[in-house]
């Protein structure tokens, strides 16, 4: 018998040490047993297994007979997942409070231009969920219509606070299920976006203060899909909403205001 090496992964994931998590699921396959036969099966040095034990015994997961020699068990699989959870909630919750005390404290002012990077659709989906929770007033969105219609949710949400939200595409026909979240506004002249190598972004736009812009890329890894560049660093900002406000008459018109 050896140790289940997918039971080894997940333990390790949920905290334990390479060692812990060797010990331990041997020790569980085992039902109870001494130091020679967990190092057999465990495929750790023996000169650990002792001060892994005593580790393992201080999470409250494995018991220790007395008489010599010892024999050692572990705790039964709900017990020691769920103690082993308690740590983790309890360790995760001391992390968000010191985090949360560092966010809060005074930061010195950058001297250069924040634009920070996001790889991967799934962190550019989190970030807009943030960016929209703060926003108030206004939405503009652009790009190519599937990924429009990708952050469907984000614009969903911003129409349930009452923003004004406004899409813009070459192609508004086919993004025009999301009349309901705001204004589809028509193209100035036409494009078709179908040719080889056309680009395939997002640009959105909060407040006039946040601005978001994603496209697709590939790599030779191809790890990723998506990468974005996001700032609300006033100056990058101010000249982002020259450009867009120069799109549209009800851009020229708010010029004033940016």
Known sequence: ??????????????????????????????????VGEIHAIAEVPRSAIYGTLEKLEGRGIVET???????????????????????????????????????SAPHREASEARIWVIRGRMRILERLREIADSARSELLVAGTPEHILAFSEIWKKARSKRMKVMFATPEPGRISALSKYGEIASPSHSLKLHEAGSPKVLF?????????????????????????????????????????DSLTPQGRAARGGA
């Open 1 to 34: 018998m050896k140790t289940h090496q997918k039971v080894v992964d997940r333990l390790i994931a949920l905290g334990l040490t390479t060692y812990e998590a060797k010990v331990f699921s041997a020790l569980t396959g085992l039902g109870e047993a001494g």
């Open 65 to 103: 007979s007395t008489g010599r020699p010892k024999k050692f068990r572990a705790m039964s699989p709900k017990v020691a997942i769920s103690k082993i959870e308690s740590e983790l909630l309890g360790a995760a919750k001391d992390a968000r409070d010191g985090l949360e005390e560092l966010a």
């Open 204 to 244: 959105v736009r909060f407040d006039r203060k946040t601005i978001l812009f994603a496209s697709e890329y590939e790599d030779e890894t191809r790890i990723e899909d998506m990468m974005a560049f996001w700032t609300d660093d006033p100056s990058v900002v101010r000249f982002m909403n020259y450009l867009t």
